[in-house]
């Protein structure tokens, strides 16, 4: 079974940034590959999407500019950029694949914390 890990979470200071990669286990051939992130007390929601060639982006407005969204198809990697980082993008962050026969593969969860 495909797994995804997810790696580069931790704790860093307002302004500080970080990148999260998210390795899958074996190849996927994905439609998209997604990050989301989950903060304590709210609903996960969608924080950037990468499709499957590569070729379109989409991020949520709360991170536009500051989070960048890649992929090494060499390495089965997805990679986070976080930028410019502040308290409100405290949360548990999942890497999603949705393969391209409709399966969709998630990660544990890497947890960031953004505190002085």
């Known amino acids: 079974q495909v797994q995804l890990v997810e790696s580069g979470g931790g704790l860093v200071q307002p302004g500080g940034s970080l990148r999260l990669s998210c390795t899958a286990s074996?190849?996927?051939?994905?439609?998209?590959d997604a990050w989301h992130r989950q903060a304590p007390g709210k609903q996960r929601e969608l924080v950037a999407l990468i499709s499957g060639s590569s070729s379109d982006t989409t991020y949520a407005e709360s991170v536009k500019g500051r989070f960048t969204i890649s992929r090494d198809s060499a390495k089965n990697t997805v990679y986070l950029q976080m930028n410019s980082l502040n308290p409100d993008d405290t949360a548990v962050y999942y890497c999603?694949?949705?393969?391209?026969?409709?399966?969709?593969?998630w990660g544990q969860g890497t947890q960031v914390t953004v505190s002085s």
């Open positions: 999603h694949t949705r393969s391209v026969v409709g399966v969709d593969y």
């Open positions: 074996s190849i996927i051939f994905s439609i998209y």
